[in-house]
């Protein structure tokens, strides 16, 4: 699938962690370099104005969001970033828009990526990202996708992609170009929330059976936008 119309975020500094976290309900502190996590950016009612997936990328925080929330997603990072340079703090935001990402999707993943990269995907977890070579190309894999499959999606330089999709269609497995048609069929087979169908700003986490999102420890440390309303459905139920 090509997914290059998702936006692509970098958090730069030394509170990108406090950042995200004072944005979303995701668990920053306990995640591990290289790991990433499903989230949800809240409002103050406790609605989602979007899902999108946080990696720790080592020295930055690598975010994936829906292209459709870009024009609310962008001024939402960005203002909160405003607010927390004005109280001192050190975090930057890099909107980046020179990369594709590509999802390759399916049970025959591994038998078509394996031979293209110096990566040993039998060491790369569900939700673990590395930078790698694929095709001859620096990429970023992360083993995740909105397919209910197992997969990952390939962040490379827009200059190669067209090379990292050919060398992937001749690699010797199964693959093939998909449209996305295909994969709003699948993830509603997995049971995977579309925003803007199954969720949107007036749909809290609770509602959407995304209650999963916070963990025990993000639930006790709190300090996510709709945290009342939340914190109330998770107790009282809805």
Known sequence: FDVSHMLQTKVWGRHRREFIESLTVVDMKNMKPNTGSLTVFTNSTGGIID???????????????NAGCRNKDGPLMSARVGEMLSAGQDVALEFVSDRGLVAVQGPGMISCL?????????QLGFMMSAECL??????????????GEDGVEISVED????????SLL??????????????????LEAGLCLYGNDIDET???VEAGLAWLITKSRRGRGGFPGEENIMKQLKIGV
């Open 114 to 122: 394996q031979p293209l990269t110096d990566l040993d995907l039998s």
């Open 159 to 166: 200059r190669h992609a067209v090379h990292l999709v050919d």
């Open 51 to 65: 899902d999108l997936i946080v990696t720790d990328a080592g020295d930055h925080l690598y975010i994936v969001s």
């Open 134 to 147: 694929v095709g001859g190309v620096r990429c970023r894999v992360t083993r995740c996708g909105y397919t």
């Open 170 to 187: 001749h690699s010797g497995g199964e693959a093939a170009l998909a449209g996305l048609g295909a994969r709003d069929s699948l993830r």
């Open 203 to 205: 749909t809290s986490p």
